[in-house]
């Protein structure tokens, strides 16, 4: 079974700062998926950004990138320019590839507060 | 897109009463759902996997005569919490995986029950 890790309950940033959001996983898999989703106030999960396994660059979608590391199985989330929005849960998921009925497997989440 | 909503966002009930909440992919269509279960403060625990027009498959401790879930069309999916208790009382989100795009997850608004 897959398990995914994020070892850090709450962080805060400073606004404009930059912060990384740590999250490991186990899997003998080969074809998978990485994600981080957010989840702000609204309770509403936003996905922020998606890695697909068998790609080597590091996905980036505007402020948020990744830094995927397969042999150690890291998937750490970076936030830069930090703003008050980004104030949310931050989960880490993991998702196996190839099939319709695969589900996601959710690490514990981290709680980021953006200080102004 | 990828917008998914669900109905209702609060619902307040008696217990023992039953109450339906609906899931709708808005503009794709849906070729599973998910029902998803959050406690405070807590990751998301997936509660059952739906494909349209199968029965649903329920997660271990699920109870599937108490949580009924329909997949009746490609944008329709809804979870019916029968005789309802206080316990049941939380916060019920849905997820949707379209065909097109059936590496990734979409999520609603979520649906807060509390069962007086």
């Known amino acids: 079974a897959q398990t995914v890790t994020q070892s850090q309950p709450e962080m805060s940033v400073q606004e404009a700062e930059t912060v990384t959001l740590s999250c490991t996983y186990d899997?003998?898999?080969?074809?998978?998926?990485l994600f981080w989703y957010k989840q702000p106030p609204s309770r509403q999960m936003i996905l922020v950004i998606r890695q697909e396994a068998y790609k080597q660059q590091n996905a980036t979608e505007n402020r948020f990138s990744v830094n995927f590391q397969k042999a150690a199985k890291s998937f750490s989330l970076k936030i830069s320019d930090s703003q008050l929005g980004d104030t949310a849960m931050y989960f880490c998921a993991f998702m196996m590839g190839g099939g319709s009925n695969y589900k996601l497997t959710f690490g514990k989440g981290t709680l980021l507060t953006v200080n102004p | 897109g990828a917008v998914v909503s669900q109905h209702p966002s609060r619902v307040i009930c008696k217990s023992g009463t039953s109450v339906k909440i609906e899931c709708r992919s808005l503009?794709?269509?849906?070729?599973?759902m998910f029902w998803y279960r959050q406690f405070p403060k807590q990751s998301l625990m997936l509660m059952a996997t739906?494909?349209?027009?199968?029965?649903?498959?329920?997660e271990q401790g699920v109870e599937k005569d108490k949580f009924l879930i329909n997949h009746a069309s490609l944008t329709l999916s809804t979870l019916t919490v029968t005789s309802a208790h206080p316990e049941d009382s939380s916060f019920y989100i849905c997820?949707?995986?379209?065909?097109?795009?059936?590496?990734?997850?979409?999520f609603g608004p979520g649906t807060r029950l509390t069962v007086l």
């Open positions: 739906s494909n349209e027009g199968s029965k649903a498959t329920y």
């Open positions: 899997t003998s898999e080969n074809n998978y998926y």
């Open positions: 503009d794709f269509q849906a070729t599973t």
């Open positions: 997820s949707a995986r379209g065909a097109g795009r059936a590496d990734t997850q979409y």
